[in-house]
């Protein structure tokens, strides 16, 4: 599909808004961020960003295609690892400048790490919490899904200090 | 708090991705998108993103401070319309550069344009589509909460084109 003629123009806030056309918008590295959650549990599985052909790949074949920003390249979920995402809805908010991805995802997990989601850690928050050094993470997930170095074999990690 | 204090430094891709460390890495613009779920139906209700200072405000206070991009400024989740986001529970992703919100939304409600969900609109997708022109989105919620002209009376809309 060519997102020149899927995508429409951006002419008013309220056709943006509360209209039907689709008129997605990208920053000014040509990017939307992409919020992917598991259709059945809820669960927010990762947080990624797609460019016009990745969003139009998407839309095209039912599976989850992003861009990366480290391989600045289109990233075909799960090519590699088999994990693929399958999109069992796909939303656009009100302004269109993110999507949502609601998938069933073969294979049971999308962190690189190897757990079921990338958010397998809990921050602490609110009144009563007094902290004067970095604030201590709590592990959700403790039981990984796969081992990174047999799904990854020599491949660099994306994760940036 | 102090972010200086309460934010670690990131020393190595294992300290951060399986560390205990609150550690989080702000872009060059000194943000981390924020993905906002409501805590019982697990609804995407909105995707924004926070400086040092909004993340902090949030662990501090258990409820969502957000950067307004348009405004250049500390966004208190509600402080005009009521709709304050309570955390329910926070958690930070493998390379800690997004954080994930489940909140409860006091008047239910998180959408400027009135509805619940930012995401109100389906994108249509998968093989079998066929277009040469502009999707056409289909409505997944049909009343608005509340009325926007009543709730920000004479304040700009954020949406930008």
Chains 1, 2 share one sequence.
Not at 22 to 29: E, I, K, M, V
Not at 71 to 99: F, M, P
Not at 130 to 142: G, R
């Amino acid at each position: 599909m060519d997102p020149e003629k899927i995508f429409g123009p951006r002419l008013t806030v309220e056709q943006v808004e509360e209209g039907n056309d689709l008129a997605p918008r990208f920053d000014a590295h040509g990017l939307i961020p992409a919020v992917t959650t598991d259709f059945e549990s809820g669960e927010l599985l990762m947080h990624g960003f797609m460019n016009k052909e990745a969003l139009a790949l998407t839309i095209e074949t039912g599976e989850a295609h992003y861009f990366s920003r480290s391989r600045q390249a289109i990233w075909h979920k799960g090519a590699t690892s088999g994990l693929v995402q399958k999109i069992r809805e796909l939303r656009i908010d009100d302004d269109q400048d993110c999507v949502w991805l609601r998938v069933d995802v073969i294979g049971g997990a999308s962190c690189h790490v190897g757990y079921r989601s990338c958010f397998y850690r809990k921050v602490p928050s609110g009144p009563g919490l007094d902290a004067d050094a970095p604030l201590e993470l709590e592990f959700t997930e403790t039981e990984k899904v796969f081992d990174p170095e047999v799904v990854y074999p020599g491949v660099e990690n994306p994760t940036k200090l």
